[in-house]
T-cell receptor, first 114, second 115 residues
Framework: GENVEQHPSTLSVQEGDSAVIKCTYS??????FPWYKQELGKRPQLIID?????GEKKDQRIAVTLNKTAKHFSLHITETQPEDSAVYFC?????????????FGTGTRLQVTL | GAVVSQHPSWVICKSGTSVKIECRSL??????MFWYRQFPKQSLMLMAT?????????EQGVEKDKFLINHASLTLSTLTVTSAHPEDSSFYIC???????????FGPGTRLTVL
């Protein structure tokens, strides 16, 4: 089955700096890669996703890049703000029409300091 | 749109009792629902996948007789933890996805504490 590794496990950046979180996956059939943000005790919230037919996607301060050959994808957050502090999870899935099970990475705890 | 609710948000029970958790899609029809378990400071681990009207598919290592899943309608799935023990204490989260959609929307989670 799919295995997703995520690094780093913790990341501390100063407000205004950029943050990068990296994930690798094992199953070359995976074609859907969402990123979730989870605040303490709350539900994971989808912040951005990318499908295997594109290499990069951007939404304001958040971007995701995908390298299918190397089987890795990354989350980039620019101009970080204190409210970006949370745990971020990457995930991978093979989608064929409808939702399929997600395999999550181990999570990255991002701390944005003033 | 795409709101998923869970009930209860937290529950404390005695060892040996059963607990039922409900997951509802409020504004869309959820053809597929997923149940996850999350221990403190850990990732989400998929327990099972359920499609409306059919039996759930359990992940390896998850006891189907202990974690009963029912997905009787397009807006409701239930997870029953039978004969709960302290090691079952965890954060249980459901997600739901509609037909022709690959996005999973998560519920707010249920924190189960077994004494």
């Amino acid at each position: 089955g799919e295995n997703v590794e995520q690094h780093p496990s913790t990341l501390s950046v100063q407000e205004g700096d950029s943050a990068v979180i990296k994930c690798t996956y094992s199953d070359s059939a995976s074609n859907y890669f969402p990123w979730y943000k989870q605040e303490l005790g709350k539900r994971p919230q989808l912040i951005i996703d990318i499908r295997s037919n594109v290499g990069e996607k951007k939404d304001q301060r958040i971007a995701v890049t995908l390298n299918k050959t190397a089987k890795h994808f990354s989350l980039h957050i620019t101009e970080t703000q204190p409210e970006d502090s949370a745990v971020y999870f990457c995930a991978a899935s093979y989608i064929a029409g409808t939702a399929s099970k997600l395999t999550f990475g181990t999570g990255t705890r991002l701390q944005v300091t003033l | 749109g795409a709101v998923v609710s869970q009930h209860p948000s937290w529950v404390i029970c005695k060892s040996g009792t059963s607990v039922k958790i409900e997951c509802r899609s409020l504004d869309f029809q959820a053809t597929t629902m997923f149940w996850y378990r999350q221990f403190p400071k850990q990732s989400l681990m998929l327990m099972a996948t359920s499609n409306e009207g059919s039996k759930a598919t359990y992940e390896q290592g998850v006891e189907k007789d202990k974690f009963l899943i029912n997905h009787a309608s397009l807006t409701l799935s239930t997870l029953t933890v039978t004969s709960a023990h302290p090691e079952d204490s965890s954060f249980y989260i459901c997600s739901a996805s509609g037909q022709s959609s690959d996005t999973q929307y998560f519920g707010p989670g249920t924190r189960l504490t077994v004494l």
